[in-house]
């Protein structure tokens, strides 16, 4: 099906592990992006990228890193888990003004 | 970095009712978004604006972007109970590619 996938949608890990959340659209779209969401904080950016090879940081940067290899994927790699990134992520991509996102995964740092 | 406060919070309201939410922002923005959040899932836009006092329509949904290009609104009339989910404003300012997204706003409808 056309659209954003995002895998897994849960996750527990432990503090020091390191995580890959996996994000891959259909569409061929340029933009993606990373976000996670708390509560009292909205959605807050963690990277962005404009195409394959180009990633930017966005607002919360510390603790992840991203990669663009192929258009339609943009994985996002927490190095060494932390107990405060337990959070839902969401990854979305961009088309003119419109930003689609998937459906999240929800992550949980024990 | 930009703020936006959206408001309010929350809101508890009866079916049939009509909805009214805002945004301000400490900063101009370019492009107003609302986007609509379901439980579980990610957020879906119901309305984009792209110009200042710009009123624009989707089904019960209306939203506006302020004159001073600091603020918008979205009103929903007459509630039904699929509305009831996260509201989110987001802002774009020109040349920046990064959205900036308010704190939501929950609306929960009571039987």
């Known amino acids: 099906d056309a659209g954003i996938t995002q895998s897994p949608r849960y996750k527990i890990t432990e503090t020091g592990r390191q995580v890959t959340l996996m994000c891959h659209q259909t569409?061929?779209?340029?933009?993606m992006f990373w976000y996670r969401q708390d509560l009292g904080h909205g959605l807050r950016l963690i990277y962005y990228s404009a195409a394959a090879d180009i990633t930017d940081k966005g607002e919360v940067p510390d603790g992840y890193v991203v990669s663009r290899s192929k258009t339609e994927n943009f994985p996002l790699t927490l190095e060494s888990a932390t107990r405060s990134q337990t959070s839902v992520y969401f990854c979305a991509s961009r088309l003119a003004e419109t930003q689609y996102f998937g459906p999240g995964t929800r992550l949980l740092v024990l | 970095g930009q703020q936006l406060n959206q408001s309010p919070q929350s809101m508890f309201i009866q079916e049939g009712e009509d909805v009214s939410m805002n945004c301000t922002s400490s900063?101009?923005?370019?492009?107003w978004l609302w986007y609509k959040q379901d439980p579980g899932e990610g957020p879906v836009l119901l309305i984009a604006l792209y110009k200042a006092g710009e009123l624009t329509s989707n089904g019960r949904l209306t939203a506006q972007f302020g004159i001073t290009r600091k603020d918008s609104f979205l009103n929903i009339s007459a509630s039904i109970p699929s509305d009831v989910g996260i509201y989110f404003c987001a802002g774009r300012s020109f040349g920046n590619e990064k959205l900036t997204f308010g704190t939501g706003t929950r609306l929960t409808i009571i039987p």
């Open positions: 900063s101009i923005f370019n492009t």
């Open positions: 569409w061929s779209h340029s933009y």
